[in-house]
């Protein structure tokens, strides 16, 4: 299987814990569409995106109401994170914002401790593992000693009004994303600077193609919009560094997948900031993700690329679906299981895709419980024994299948024939050696 060991030299930064850039494994982020304005909502579609895989969060901060709500939002995914099992614990807290910003201001030395400590512990834990490659960890990222998922890296969007900005940091966001080009101007953004500093809690600068630089415009329309969107971004970076602040991640989004590498690779030569990636706006179905996929997993095969959001309309969960499927193609998935399946023809006899989908569906479980720095893991299912053997020898477990059941390999030395019925556990268990 082929390994990417090269990987673009960024700096680091820490977002309620997780850790972008600086050789972390790609931090995988989506964002929710609720009204940020229901905490709990919101706080349910968070932790359906992080059960789904999500490293971090974003929500859409439009209203000093939306940033009130972050305290219950956090509150509620400390709890649990459902609409319902944290709610009469929501109900006895008080959200006052006064009271809230003094909380999160007390909270903001805290976090970065527990943030340094759980990178040191995030390095320890890449420590290969040869002797058992699917020992279960004990304790999963983000979990606490109970193994209970409590992952709540939250980070506020913000257009327009810095005001916005300063009151979701103030509120306990770990990180907010701002584009200098619509906050309205230097003095403005120093604010938003400022109150992250006080916060220790870094920033996001998302640069669009609609909001360039006058100047920049022009090299925009005249051909030129991946130039255009690296300048824009290096000079908003000089912008806030200038200010005496380093904690940043850029991102330069395009719809247009060739605007989208070439200004990603303009970027990443001329920068160690950690680089949020994505296609944006890629669109629904499958047309977005093929966009994604092509657009995303070209910069991650370049190296390029810290953490990465699939922006696809429709139920958020499919965008972290697919992140870790992009990422697992490119290897670049912790602990991934890939499964190789091949297309069926003629000669097959079974029903191959009913089997992918329950193999596929056992293969996500085991995923999801491994030591995150676990070496690829490749199973193959083939539908007959002509191709298949040879397919299902070179995965490190595979299965050839005949009419009543298949022949299993197992690291490309063939085993015993298995009938049907049992093809998924005799999968399970060769992982679980
Ligand atoms: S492995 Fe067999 S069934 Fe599958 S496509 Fe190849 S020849 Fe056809």
Known sequence: MGRLTTRAETRQVICGGVAIGGGAPVAI?????TFTEDAAATAAQARALYDAGADIVRIAVPSMEAARAIPEIRARLEAGGGRDDAGAQCGALDFDASQDLRRVRRGATERLAAASQSSASASLSETPCSASRLRRSTRSPGSDSQGTDRRTALVADIHFDYKLAIAAIEAGADKVRINPGNIGGAERVKAVVDAAGAAGVPIRIGVNGGSLEDDLKGLHDVGRPAEALAESALRNIDLVRGMGFDALVVSIKSSDVMVNTEAHKLLAAATDVPLHIG???AGYGSAGLAKSAVGIGALLAMGIGDTIRV???GDPVQEVAAARDIL???????GGITLVSCPTCGR???DLAALCEEVSAA????ERGRIRAAAPITVALMGCAVNGP????GADFGVACGADGGVFFEKGARGESVPLDKIVETILAALEK
Do not use: F, H, K, Y
């Open 390 to 393: 040879g397919e299902a020898s």
């Open 328 to 334: 697992r193609a490119v290897n670049l998935l912790p």
């Open 311 to 313: 922006s696809l309309t």
């Open 279 to 281: 296609i944006t706006e």
């Open 363 to 366: 293969l996500a479980e085991a």
């Open 29 to 33: 982020q989506s964002m929710t569409n």
């Open 348 to 350: 097959c006899r079974v």
